[in-house]
């Protein structure tokens, strides 16, 4: 069946500092790729998608490559700031079966 | 725009009590689906219902059951409460299931705490 595999964590850095968190999945046929946020005591917000391989997601300086190659989607912002400070999700979906990893949860200090 | 909104916010029962959870979905989304998602881990699936018919259900007991109504709302009913039904319980809604292109948008979660 289809499955995510996301870092584990707790993942701690510094404001300003490069943040990578990997993420590879498992599918019998060509999902899409999601990265979900779940700040403290809310539920999860979108954060990117990308519907096919070689699509790029962005939003807020973020940033995901669907690879095929490698079955990858790993998450990328070049500059993260405390307000970063959350649980990351990477999720995947393929016709009406979403699987989701089990989180990273991402603390920026200042 | 409303979001995708759940009711209660947070939930105590006893073991062996049943509990009912609500869902509105966004304007003009038909389908629904509901997750459980434990303390420190992902989202695990539990129903989707799409146009009122269960289109897909996780690997959960037969305690726990759903519906989705004419307006697209959606209940999930657990019986027989286990302490480790504690969680916090998440309903998304999309247009429709089988694209999948179609993002999910979640509410903000019902939390219950079985004691």
């Known amino acids: 069946g289809n499955s995510v595999t996301q870092m584990e964590g707790p993942v701690t850095l510094s404001e300003e500092a490069f943040l990578t968190i990997n993420c590879t999945y498992t599918?019998?046929?060509?999902?899409?790729l999601f990265w979900y946020v779940q700040y403290p005591g809310e539920g999860l917000q979108l954060l990117l998608k990308?519907?096919?391989?070689?699509d790029k997601g962005s939003n807020k300086g973020f940033e995901a490559t669907y690879r095929k190659e490698t079955t990858s989607f790993h998450l990328e912002k070049g500059s993260v700031q405390v307000s970063d400070s959350a649980v990351y999700f990477c999720?995947?979906?393929?016709?009406?079966?979403?699987?989701f990893g089990a989180g990273t949860r991402l603390t920026v200090k200042p | 725009d409303a979001g995708v909104t759940q009711s209660p916010t947070h939930l105590i029962k006893t073991r062996g009590q049943h509990v009912t959870l609500r869902c509105s979905p966004i304007?003009?989304?038909?389908?629904v689906s509901w997750y459980q998602q434990v303390l420190g881990q992902g989202p695990q699936f539990i129903f989707q219902?799409?146009?009122?018919?269960?289109?897909g259900r996780g690997n959960f007991p037969d305690r726990f059951s759903a519906r989705q109504f004419p307006n697209y709302s959606s209940e999930l009913n657990v019986n027989a409460l286990l302490l480790g039904d504690s969680a916090l319980y998440l309903c998304?809604?999309?247009?429709?299931?089988?694209?999948?292109?179609?993002?999910?948008?979640f509410g903000p979660g019902t939390r219950l705490t079985v004691t």
């Open positions: 304007s003009g989304h038909k389908s």
């Open positions: 999720a995947l979906k393929e016709n009406n079966d979403m699987r």
């Open positions: 998304a809604s999309s247009l429709a299931p089988t694209v999948s292109s179609y993002e999910q948008y």
């Open positions: 599918a019998t046929g060509y999902p899409s």
């Open positions: 990308a519907t096919k391989a070689d």
């Open positions: 219902y799409y146009e009122k018919e269960e289109r």
